[in-house]
């Protein structure tokens, strides 16, 4: 199957530089797919289909009409990172994570950012993510944001910037980790070839990580990931990570706190818990201090982690540093606390807060993207250019009302990467969120979730708004070095 | 290991032993009347009888036609055994214990799930009914066998057994009654061949004749019950069931199985024993229907130990530990 008839359009393509001409990095994988019939190609791609099918790698929709579970849609042709591109976004991922870390410690502690008036104290208490229950909390070694999946868009001249940063429970590895598995039955020869940075690992970085949080001396404590439950959109990744590595997996009526310390129900009597994985978000965690309602948590759960009994990865309270409105001040975060410059930089944002910039942001809607600050899963936003003069209005209306709520950004037009349409390639949007692990050292998976917007000429990439993935490829600049060196 | 986990574990394995078993009643049915010239309608009606959902049934179909009661086994939502809930529920357990069981485990129950749905949305073809039984048999040994060759034979291991053991016990006994409400027509007579022939369609239906007619050689009506009620070695015998779930339960407490440290250990290990110094005589004189019913009686309260001791563990319970 040919890219003989593809189509660039305009937009920045991360496969060629024009219609005829295909990028360097890209050209051994472009070759391999031109050699290979109409056929072979779409059988690989049902393959892979009918893999993630067989498999059950699914997500649950809460508004769906087809029952609760759907297919993630995959699509074989890989996304491909150069390794420079790659060695400059892992740099900056760690500078961000780091900083992002020393931003949280500080607020819930000597809160020296505020007292400095780099970042107006009013936005930290406004935040629906602020949680004064966790002020004067040292969680182990000093780590908040163990797990965090930073969302990356590239832009119509290649650069990339920092979307979202998600630090409370991001989801998605699971995917990574099963393309990964089926792009190497889709391109055995391929993986030969080129040099290809391994993922599979993650599951190991993560359980190292969350046995080293705990701080009391046990040879190995006992972890277990602490999931909502089955109807929850990822409780595929949840079982897949539990397997993955050998733990529990518990739900909040699993579990039971006596005396300060947590205990899981098992057909041999209580089992003391040291450390949990949780997947359940701050509000639900612990009926007793945040929402009365959730039947979820685990009444008790708080007041084991102040007491430093049961270690919790990511730690409540995270959530305050990917409010989107403090997602304006990271740049300054990093240079408050680290005295450098960000390597990878933020689209530029409006803060509705601010009476000027939501003046500007309700002027100029029709070319700007608004999304409310603790939003996710691409709910609640308006798009700008796609938008009618109706759904506008109403968004200022809600502007004008609680401007807190919302940040605007222009519309990045994110580059493209050729997706299998029926029987022809087309180029349709892509993000890309990498994974990091913040333990005793840093890691970060390379490449990460490829996220793609199926629908023709669609920017939004989420799961639940039509989106699916391919496999990322983080390989060598030089793609014919392993080649010859053979 | 979690209270919730072990469950899910026995539950998932008693729906799919249930499922293949809804197949052999149906299957057995199938094969009655094959051989008979009774009004066909009347054929039918004891599968509803025996499913305990006859008000179910009757609200949606007026007739107990071999298509309406086939349908209603098969794919009727409304009926929680019919084989399409039983692998729903099966795979609804499988979901909660994806990261305890292997994934080929988890990929045989979803393709097998997904499959009969698919079936389920056609029109059913009554034509190929053998077929698409013969596949859920099939499917369900798939499963078993998958569990079997590649199940750690830990705690996870012997709840699934002693949930598939304790269900096909059950299931056996139903198939057996099948038979009771099968009135034979009144120009033949019990030890009629026509009667024969219903017993042994009892039989193939527990996939027992080779086994049986190895052992007995002649088709006889109580050597069939000993066999598939007392006998020690066929592997769907009710005795047999009862001794390897009894073995399995003792196991999860590392008890010697001639004694007992709980209730369910005792309730179980009881109506093992009755069973296993029973004979096929004292049965039938007192009353096959009635035997089976009590059974199914004591069964159920096999069960309702295990939940209770295992799986439903309330608080006040746990801090008396």
Redesign the interface.
């Given at each position: 199957m040919k890219f003989n008839n593809y189509r660039t359009e305009g937009f920045y393509d991360e496969y060629f530089i024009d219609d005829s001409t295909c990028r360097d990095a890209v050209k051994v994988v472009v070759e391999k797919i031109n050699r290979m019939g109409k056929g072979e190609l779409l059988n690989r791609q049902k393959a892979a289909e009918k893999a993630f099918?067989?498999?059950?790698i699914t997500f649950n929709v809460y508004s769906s009409g087809e029952g609760r579970e759907k297919i993630f849609p995959f699509d074989i042709i890989p996304r491909i990172i150069t390794g420079s591109e790659w060695n400059n976004l892992e740099k900056g991922l760690k500078q961000r994570i780091v900083a992002l870390n020393l931003f949280i410690n500080d607020i819930y502690n000597k809160k020296n950012i505020l007292k400095d008036k780099v970042i107006p104290e009013e936005i930290i208490l406004s935040s629906n993510a602020y949680r004064p229950i966790c002020k004067e909390i040292r969680p182990p070694r000093d780590i908040w944001c163990h797990i965090t999946g930073t969302d990356l868009i590239r832009d119509e001249k290649s650069r990339f910037y920092v979307l979202e940063d998600n630090l409370r429970c991001p989801s998605g590895i699971s995917y990574v980790l099963e393309s990964r598995q089926i792009a190497k039955k889709a391109f055995p020869q391929l993986f030969e070839t080129l040099k290809i940075q391994p993922v599979e690992d993650y599951p190991v970085h993560l359980f190292n990580m969350l046995n080293y949080i705990f701080n009391r001396r046990t040879d190995s404590p006992t972890i277990c990931l602490l999931t909502p439950?089955?109807y929850n959109s990822a409780?595929?990744e949840h079982?897949?990570l539990?397997?993955q590595m050998g733990v529990?997996?518990?739900?909040g009526?699993?579990l039971?706190v006596?005396n300060n310390f947590v205990f899981?129900?098992?057909?041999?009597?209580?089992q003391k818990v040291d450390v949990l994985y949780r997947r359940i978000d701050d509000d639900f965690l612990d009926p007793g201090f945040f929402r009365k309602d959730s039947l979820l948590g685990v009444p008790g759960l708080i007041e084991a982690y102040n007491a430093g009994n049961v270690a919790l990865a990511n730690a409540p309270g995270t959530g305050i540093a990917d409010d989107k409105a403090i997602y304006c001040y990271v740049p300054a975060i990093i240079k408050y606390y680290l005295g450098e410059d960000p390597i990878i930089p933020n689209v530029p944002t409006h803060i509705c807060s601010d009476p000027k910039e939501l003046e500007y942001v309700i002027n100029n809607i029709e070319n700007l993207v608004v999304k409310t600050v603790d939003g996710a899963g691409g709910y609640g936003m308006l798009i700008g250019p796609k938008s009618t003069k109706k759904q506008q209005k109403e968004f200022i209306e809600k502007l004008r009302v609680n401007p807190r709520k919302y940040i605007a950004q222009p519309t990045i037009s994110l580059s493209r990467v050729p997706i299998i349409n029926k029987k022809n390639f087309e180029g349709r949007h892509v993000d890309l969120r990498p994974y990091i692990i913040y333990g005793e050292d840093i890691t970060v998976i390379p490449g990460g979730l490829t996220r793609v917007a199926f629908k023709k000429n669609s920017l939004v990439v989420n799961s639940s708004q039509g989106g699916g993935s391919k496999d990322t490829w983080v390989i060598s600049d030089n793609p014919e070095e392993k080649k010859y060196a053979e | 290991m979690l209270s919730r986990v072990a469950n899910s574990l026995y539950w998932l394995n008693r729906y799919i032993e249930r499922a293949e078993n809804i197949a052999r009643i149906i299957d057995v049915n199938l094969n009655f009347i094959l051989d008979s010239d009774i009004s066909k309608n009347e054929q039918w009606e004891p599968l509803v009888w025996i499913s305990g959902s006859k008000e179910y049934f009757f609200e949606t179909y007026s007739e107990t036609t071999k298509e309406n009661v086939i349908n209603f086994m098969l794919f009727d939502k409304r009926y929680p055994n019919s084989i399409l809930n039983c692998l729903s529920m099966a795979r609804d357990n499988a979901i909660t214990v994806r990261e305890i069981i292997n994934i080929e485990m988890w990929e045989q129950i979803n393709k097998f799930y997904m499959y009969v749905k698919k079936i389920s949305q056609r029109k059913l073809n009554i034509d190929t009914i053998h077929e698409f039984l013969e596949e859920i048999k099939i499917n369900c040994h798939i499963f078993s066998g998958i569990q079997e060759s590649t199940l750690s034979r830990g705690e996870s291991w012997h709840f699934g057994r002693l949930g598939k053991m304790l269900e096909r016990a059950d299931q056996t006994s139903r198939i057996i009654d099948v038979k009771y409400f099968h009135i034979l027509p009144s120009s033949m007579s019990v030890g009629s061949n026509y009667d024969i022939l219903q017993w042994a369609a009892i039989l193939k239906s527990a996939s027992g004749f080779e086994m049986y007619t190895k052992k007995y050689k002649s088709v006889k009506p109580d050597k069939i019950l000993e066999f598939l009620i007392l006998d020690k070695e066929f592997p769907r015998s009710i005795n047999f069931c009862l001794h390897r779930a009894n073995y399995s339960l003792h196991a999860i407490s590392s008890t010697a199985t001639d004694t007992y440290v709980n209730k369910a250990e005792q309730s179980l290990g009881a109506l093992n024993s009755e069973l296993a110094f029973s004979d096929i005589g004292t049965i039938v004189k007192s009353g096959l229907h009635e035997f089976i019913d009590f059974f199914q009686l004591k069964l159920s309260r096999v069960n309702q130990d295990i939940s209770y001791k295992y799986f439903d563990i309330n608080e006040y319970q746990l801090l008396q530990q």
């Open positions: 099918l067989n498999l059950g439950g089955v409780y595929f079982s897949f539990a397997r529990e997996l518990v739900e009526r699993d039971i006596e899981m129900k098992t057909t041999k009597g209580l | -």
